[in-house]
Nanobody, 122 residues
Framework: QVQLVESGGGLVQAGGSLRLSCAAG????????MAWLRQAPGKEREFVAM?????????ADPVKGRFTISRDAAGNTAYVYLQMNNLKPEDTAVYYC??????????????WGQGTQVTVSS
């Protein structure tokens, strides 16, 4: 089964930057919708950003102007990235990569990563 593997999380001070990466071990994911979601302690998982198979991007309001989603492919692997700038303590969460070939509704996405922790200190 194809796995999505996130990396790039860590601890950063407020105002700093991180770049998350997600590797999908099948180049066919180049033609999928891919997204980043996050879940803070005690909160529901929430949408962060999406890039469709056609390259259209959408962002949640709290991250607009600070986060940038992009995608790439190399060899047999498709990648989606999340560049996070001007990080705030409220961005602290576990960040998940997700994908689907059909739906743009992230609640219906079929492929998920295990998550990577992002912690922003004040």
């Amino acid at each position: 089964q194809v796995q999505l593997v996130e990396s790039g999380g860590g601890l950063v001070q407020a105002g700093g930057s991180l770049r998350l990466s997600c590797a999908a071990g099948d180049r066919s994911f180049t033609w999928s919708h891919m997204a980043w979601l996050r879940q803070a302690p005690g909160k529901e998982r929430e949408f962060v950003a999406m890039i469709t198979k056609n390259g259209e991007v959408t962002y949640a309001d709290p991250v607009k102007g600070r986060f940038t989603i992009s995608r790439d492919a190399a060899g047999n692997t498709a990648y989606v990235y999340l560049q996070m700038n001007n990080l705030k303590p409220e961005d602290t969460a576990v960040y998940y990569c997700a994908a689907d070939f059909m739906s743009m509704d992230t609640s219906r996405f079929n492929f998920w990563g295990q998550g990577t922790q992002v912690t922003v200190s004040s």
